[in-house]
Nanobody
Framework: QAQLVESGGGLVQAGGSLRLSCAAS????????MGWFRQAPGKEREFVAA????????NYADSVKGRFTISRDNAKNTVYLQMNSLKPEDTAVYYC????????????????????WGQGTQVTVSS
């Protein structure tokens, strides 16, 4: 059974950095596109970033472009989200997810295209 486990969340001051990790098991990780989504209190879950199965294609929400970087290590079955220049509006629960979408698909930002989800990790950015 597929399992995704996020880690690395926490409390950080505005302008600081965090690196989230998502460890996958129970699936052929190297064949899945991976994505990060987030959900703030009272808001809908939103797309943050995605990466293709081989890391050759990435996609970001406009709100995080230039500040966040998604990467993956298929040998370790892990996807990462490096978050720099954090802002209070980045405060949310961050989820990783796995999708069978092919390379470069336009559907990477759609949560309904992801088959497996982690339990989430809290990121809080103080002003």
């Amino acid at each position: 059974q597929a399992q995704l486990v996020e880690s690395g969340g926490g409390l950080v001051q505005a302008g600081g950095s965090l690196r989230l990790s998502c460890a996958a098991s129970g699936l052929t990780f190297s064949t899945y596109a991976m994505g990060w989504f987030r959900q703030a209190p009272g808001k809908e879950r939103e797309f943050v970033a995605a990466i293709s199965w081989n890391g050759g294609y990435t996609n970001y929400a406009d709100s995080v472009k230039g500040r966040f970087t998604i990467s993956r290590d298929n040998a370790k079955n892990t996807v990462y989200l490096q978050m720099n220049s954090l802002k209070p509006e980045d405060t949310a629960v961050y989820y990783c997810a796995a999708s069978p979408l092919p390379y470069g698909s336009s559907g990477y930002s759609r949560s309904d295209k992801y088959a497996y989800w982690g339990q989430g990790t809290q990121v809080t950015v103080s002003s």
